[in-house]
Nanobody, 119 residues
Framework: QVLLVESGGGSVQAGGSLRLSCSAS?????MGWFRQAPGKEREGVAS???????YYADSVKGRFTISQDNAKSTLYLQMNSLKPEDTATYYC????????????????WGQGTQVTVSS
């Protein structure tokens, strides 16, 4: 079982940037970032396979960049031009067989980190 630990959340004004990190205990086939706002379903933000193929939600394309350091089993999410609607708890997740933005594909989850964007 892969263990995931997120860090890097916080509060920022609209237009600002944050970088999230996720440390994994091993290199999974796929790692992803998901978010959940109060009263809303968890949604996929971005994911990346061990080979480097990336997937992005339309709402974050051009603003967020997912990357990974396979040697250190660390996942990153660089978030630029943040908007108030990006406010949510962000989760790191890992999958062993598939890679996309469907939360059901990811059996392993971190504890989450809060991102708050004020207008």
């Amino acid at each position: 079982q892969v263990l995931l630990v997120e860090s890097g959340g916080g509060s920022v004004q609209a237009g600002g940037s944050l970088r999230l990190s996720c440390s994994a205990s091993g290199p999974p086939f796929c790692m992803g970032w998901f978010r959940q706002a109060p009263g809303k379903e968890r949604e996929g933000v971005a994911s990346i396979s061990i080979g480097g193929t990336t997937y992005y939600a339309d709402s974050v394309k051009g603003r967020f960049t997912i990357s990974q350091d396979n040697a250190k089993s660390t996942l990153y999410l660089q978030m630029n031009s943040l908007k108030p609607e990006d406010t949510a708890t962000y989760y790191c997740a890992a999958a062993s067989s598939y890679c996309n933005l469907d939360p059901r594909v990811f059996p392993t989850w971190g504890q989450g980190t809060q991102v708050t964007v004020s207008s």
